[in-house]
């Protein structure tokens, strides 16, 4: 059975501790060669950008979030150690831990982290399919004697370079498909390395939940639990057609997936759907000047995005949650595709007028969808509206200059309010 | 109720009463036709609530009166009917039910209360007169490609018709945009017209009107309020509401010192605009003009797919000129010339572009450029 030290990446039969460096931590499969499709998590990202770039914060709770009514997006090893999870509402993790330092998101610093690990990650295989910044897919079959080591070998110096380099960790879930990888990534958290091998896909997956299944959440567990289903080895014992009938298309992913089978291929290039941006309030609001300021920025930062990508949009879609938590989106079909704040700003507007009645709103949401390379955006020039052409030509010139000398070069005074 | 009815002259009330019905309909009884029958004549009314059509047409009629009916049902039913049958329709107020009878063929259909269907108001109209079938014809035909389908500007989505100044004294003026390009089609002031106010004519009524002008002899009587519009033959009444909205001012659209001229073919320009335009694949396909002593050559440049290049003999005398165009609005505006060449009137590459037919200035198009 081959084993790998995940410290000094040394070769060997299994032993309890690395025969080179004396290291504990050592990883033994009977499949750990032969296996090719992997699962990187890095641990704590936010987090641990922040611990690594101010160090006084390395043994204190770190919590990334926002705002009186934000929601934790990371929680560092040491304030999940007091309960505190992602997604959870920022007073309760508060309550937990009082004594944890919150930090803004920094989204920037967490980014250029991101593209140094997927630089990486490229040095492996060109098939890379990012998930978020901190997590991705890897597809290294076919790798091995270009590189000379099977994939768990190499797997295992991108973990370490990433500790090196960028003081980073993340662990690994190495398996035969995606499924299998991501659920094995989560499994020894953190600077895990877990492989989960073909002999032993039917026997793991037995006991485990089917909330473990990437897109079931409550409501879909619920669905299950109605079905009678809360492991895979229940979801095992149902019929395919059965299945497919009670729970539509989906129902056949599930028979395939209780049996640990996904045949997703590892893509790189997952095309773009929709770009968008939202913010929760600290204060539920109907004020439509704040209102307006928040529509104008999201408006800015999906065009930027829209600008990044070379792509355009053909539909404008403003979203708003009302106090209570219900959800209305109103969306309008444009001429021709944009990439324009200004458009999707005077496209929004008028449906936020339409629906302000309706307020106080805790979210405003603001994006382009249908989207279509550059080249397919329209002309900006309008022969009703000729100031069309020259607020166009205001924002290209604005956005070089913001390119010259950083976001906050230049601003409208309408994204002050 | 009981009728019988040349299956032709049925078929034709009852397609003019389908086509203004909604296919997805919420309300069931804007789903249905309103068959009335008194004296000699039958009468089928549908709505969708903006607009109302009134189709008579002559029907043995053995006792009056009236019921709703599915119109596209009936519809389908009369169109896969035999030509020349005679067809009987019964309404038997016991059951609820209408029978279509024709030779051996027997449809019962279920009915809604007459009752139930919706009139609509009838309006004073602040203007009357009545026009050739053919001039409102052209106004309509000539106008209407360039009726915008974008929902935020709705007062666009429609045709303009109103009373205007034109070059030799007033006249009816029908305007249609979309922002990025303009047809203005002007007629002689028909007798009676000059109090019409200005109205929006949405573009579903623009369609249903059009089926109500292919007689060329035919007289259309018009009537015109703030809020709607009548347009009236003898057999039948099209009302429709029009758009509560302000159309923009275009004549400051309408370039006035455009002098780079050139004059062409408008079918050969359009064969040739259509060929270059096929190599690329994009909605918005840009086509290049360059313009240089009485040779325009036609290219389009799409990276993803490829390129084509047309050269074409016009009469051009000014200096070189490129400017480029979306395929789709130069296809759609040459084809709009019918008798004479086409005149294109330039000024620079960024602005918006005239055309005429010839020197006839009583249609006018205006298309804005896109940068190649």
């Known amino acids: 059975m081959p084993a790998i030290c995940k410290d000094c990446i040394a070769q060997f039969d299994p032993a309890p501790r690395c025969p080179g460096c004396g290291s504990p931590r050592v990883v033994a499969h009977p499949e750990l060669f032969s296996l090719s499709i992997a699962h990187m998590d890095c641990d704590a990202f936010y987090a641990s950008v922040e611990k690594r770039d101010n160090p006084a914060l390395r043994d204190k709770p770190v919590i990334i979030g926002g705002g009186r009514r934000g929601v934790v997006s990371t929680a560092c090893y040491i304030a999940r150690i007091r309960g505190v999870r992602s997604a959870m509402p920022m007073f309760k993790a508060l309550a937990l831990c009082p004594e944890a330092v919150v930090i803004a998101p920094r989204m920037a610093a967490y980014g250029e982290a991101s593209r140094a690990i997927k630089a990486m990650m490229q040095t492996l295989t060109p098939d890379i399919e990012p998930l978020s910044l901190d997590e991705a897919f890897l597809d290294l079959n076919g790798t091995q004697r270009l590189h000379g080591a099977p994939p768990a070998v190499l797997l295992a110096r991108l973990i370490k370079r990433m500790k090196d380099e960028l003081g980073l960790t993340g662990s690994i879930g190495l398996s035969h498909n995606k499924f299998l990888a991501k659920i094995a990534s989560d499994l020894d958290k953190p600077r895990g390395f877990s492989v989960i091998g073909q002999a032993e896909t039917q026997a793991f997956l037995n006991d485990k939940p089917v909330r473990m299944i990437w897109g079931v959440g409550a409501s879909g567990q619920n669905a299950l639990n109605a079905a009678g289903i809360q492991t895979f080895a229940d979801l095992r014992r149902w019929d395919r057609k059965d299945l497919i009938n009670r729970f539509g298309p989906q129902g056949d992913r599930l028979w395939h997936l209780a049996r640990g089978e996904d045949y997703r291929k590892v893509s790189a290039h997952m095309p773009m759907k929709s770009i968008s941006n939202e913010t929760t309030f600290d204060q539920d609001t109907s004020d439509i000047e704040t209102l307006d300021g928040h529509l104008w920025r999201m408006a800015l930062k999906v065009a930027d995005r829209a600008k990044a990508k070379s792509l355009a949009g053909r539909v404008v879609v403003l979203k708003l949650k009302r106090a209570n938590h219900a959800g209305l989106s109103r969306r309008t079909t444009l001429h021709s595709a944009t990439q324009l704040a200004d458009t999707i700003y005077r496209t929004a507007r008028p449906l936020l007028d339409g629906a302000k009645d309706q307020g106080p709103f805790r979210l405003i949401g603001c994006g382009i969808t249908d989207l279509h390379p550059e080249s397919h955006a329209g002309h900006e020039a309008d022969l009703l509206d000729p100031g069309a052409e020259k607020r166009a030509k205001a924002e290209r010139a604005a956005d070089q200059i913001k390119a010259r000398f950083g976001q906050d070069a230049i601003i409208k005074g309408r994204a002050l309010r | ?372």
């Not at chain 2, 059951?95 to 009139?119: C, M």
């Open chain 2, 1 to 372: 109720m009981k009728l019988s009815i040349e299956r032709a002259a049925l078929l034709k009330a009852v397609s003019q009463a389908q086509s203004v019905v909604e296919r997805r309909n919420t309300i069931p009884i804007l789903a249905n036709v309103l068959i009335e029958a008194e004296g000699a004549d039958a009468s089928f009314r549908a709505t969708d609530l903006d607009i109302e059509v009134v189709d008579k047409a002559p029907a043995q009629v053995e006792r009056a009166g009236a019921t709703t009916v599915s119109a596209t049902t009936l519809h389908e039913i009369v169109r896969k009917l035999p030509d020349g049958a005679l067809v009987t329709l019964t309404a038997d107020s016991a059951t609820g039910r209408l029978t279509v009878e024709a030779g051996r063929s027997n449809f019962s259909l279920a009915t809604l209360p007459k009752e139930d269907f919706p009139v609509m108001a009838s309006s004073e109209y602040a203007s009357n007169f009545t026009a050739p079938a053919p001039v409102l014809r052209r106004l309509f035909d000539k106008s209407k490609f360039a009726i915008s389908t974008e929902e935020t500007r709705y007062y666009l989505n429609g045709v303009y018709m109103h009373v205007a100044d034109g070059d030799g004294g007033k006249t009816l003026r029908c305007v249609a945009t979309d922002g990025h390009r303009l047809a203005r089609i002007d007629a002689p002031m028909p007798e009676g017209a000059g109090d019409m106010p200005g109205v929006i004519v949405p573009r579903k009524t623009v369609g249903e009107l059009r089926k109500l002008l292919d007689d060329d002899d035919l007289k259309v009587a018009v009537s015109v309020s703030e809020t709607k519009i009548r347009f009236a033959t003898p057999n039948i009444t099209l009302t429709s509401k029009v758009i509560d909205g302000t159309f923009p001012d275009y004549s400051r659209v309408i370039p006035q010192g455009n002098t780079r001229k050139m004059e062409v073919d408008a079918s050969d320009f359009a064969r040739a605009v259509d060929r270059v335009a096929t190599v690329s694949s994009e909605r918005s396909r840009a086509v290049k003009l360059q313009l240089d002593e009485d040779r325009l050559v036609l290219s389009v440049n799409a990276p993803d797919s490829g390129a084509a290049e047309e050269e074409l003999a016009v009469a051009y005398g000014d200096e070189r000129l490129e400017i480029g165009f979306n395929a789709k609005y130069l296809l759609e505006i040459a084809s709009q010339v019918d008798r004479e060449n086409a005149v294109f009137l330039f000024n620079s590459s960024g602005d918006p572009t005239l055309m005429r037919e010839g020197n006839d200035t009583s249609a006018v198009y205006v298309v804005m450029p896109m940068r190649v």
